[in-house]
């Protein structure tokens, strides 16, 4: 490929990428076909193909999907809110639509979903990514609130090692306001859990490009912005946005795109890890710290904010900060 012909496919990649932010950005209202085309600078008469061509299923579908794997984590993480009640606040017109489109996207119901198909996904998908996850996160930490609790306007957790096992993993996680985030990504669809290969490269191309612009700075942290849920979400169409913190209006080409990471309440774990130990890390943020925090999570994008590269590190290891959106129970 010609370097004027990936300039080309680069830009139309950056177009498919406005039109998806816009989704995201209205995903339980009305969306029309003009709107997502006009986001994406594209003519509406044309926009499905590209769109399909680009991303492998057609926009409809790639709305309902969205609107319906956020259906099935509300499910499970709201139990308090009627079936009905999720189809209304994701966008459906009434509970027979849902019904229909449920099935057709989970291969089950919304009912068999809450009573225990969300945990045979979660299996299914953990037997086709041998090596992902760890799964024994509970087994070796013990997790402490600090001594000034609640009383304290960021209330603090401690993590300490109950075994070898855990490769020395120690942290300590707070609740706290986190601001917004102006930010360039390059985005990813597709497998990522474990692949680190892959977010080397990713971040090489956001920081070759950021580089020469005066944009890589002591003050610019590496963001990882993951929109979807691996438990639920098929691997191929996972996305990962690659991002650079940045001051103000910054004019972007290519497949680089520029966004805003919202602010608020987060739940942010700082850690210090080696390449195996995020799913350890992952797993007692999600799995062990939030059911006896009092908070749940919040209907916002979860990220990771690096701040150096781990060959400063004397360890090799990676320090991190993973950010959990999170409200009240």
């Known amino acids: ?42 003519s509406k008469f044309h ?9 492998g299923e057609t926009l409809n579908h790639y709305v309902k999907r969205l609107r319906i794997e956020r259906a099935a984590w509300y499910l499970t993480s ?50 086709s990514n041998i090596g992902k996850t760890n ?13 000034d609790g609640w009383q304290s306007a960021t209330p603090t957790w401690r993590i300490r090692m109950k075994t070898e096992t855990s490769k020395g993993l120690n942290a300590e996680i707070e609740v706290k306001d986190m601001p ?27 920081c070759t490009w950021a580089g020469p612009r005066g944009l890589v700075g002591a003050n610019s942290p590496i963001l990882m912005v993951y929109h979807d849920d691996p438990n639920i979400t098929d ?9 650079l913190k940045v001051d103000g209006d910054v004019a972007v ?17 700082h850690f210090e890890l080696a390449d195996d130990q995020f799913s350890d890390a992952w797993q007692i943020m999600m ?6 925090s009092g908070f749940q999570p919040d209907d916002r994008p979860h990220y990771e904010l690096y701040y150096q590269s781990p060959e400063s590190h004397p360890e090799k290891k990676y320090i991190v900060d993973i950010c959990v959106p999170v409200k009240p129970l």
């Open 235 to 243: 691997d191929e169409k996972l996305r990962l946005d690659v991002c």
């Open 180 to 206: 917004e985030f102006r930010v360039v990504y390059l985005r990813h669809v597709g497998p990522y859990q474990g692949d680190a290969k892959l977010f080397g490269k990713l971040i090489g191309r956001l």
């Open 253 to 269: 080409d290519g497949d680089i795109g520029k966004a805003s990471v919202p602010s608020g309440k987060f739940a942010v774990g």
């Open 78 to 127: 709201q139990p308090a809110k009627s079936i009905t009640e999720v189809a209304m606040d994701c966008g459906f017109s009434g509970s027979a639509a849902f019904a229909r489109a449920f099935r057709e996207v989970m291969g089950v119901s919304a009912s068999e979903w809450r009573d225990g198909g969300a945990a045979q996904h979660r299996i299914g998908k953990t037997k």
């Open 1 to 42: 490929m010609n370097l004027q012909s990936k300039q080309r496919k680069q830009e139309y990649a950056a177009r498919i990428n406005r039109a998806m932010d816009y989704i995201q950005q209205h995903l339980f209202e009305e969306l029309s076909l003009a709107a997502i085309a006009k986001a994406a600078g594209f």
């Open 47 to 55: 926009f499905h193909r590209i769109f399909s061509s680009f991303h």
């Open 287 to 292: 799995g062990e710290f939030l059911p006896q």
């Open 135 to 147: 799964g024994n996160a509970g087994k070796v930490f013990e997790i402490t609130m600090a001594e």
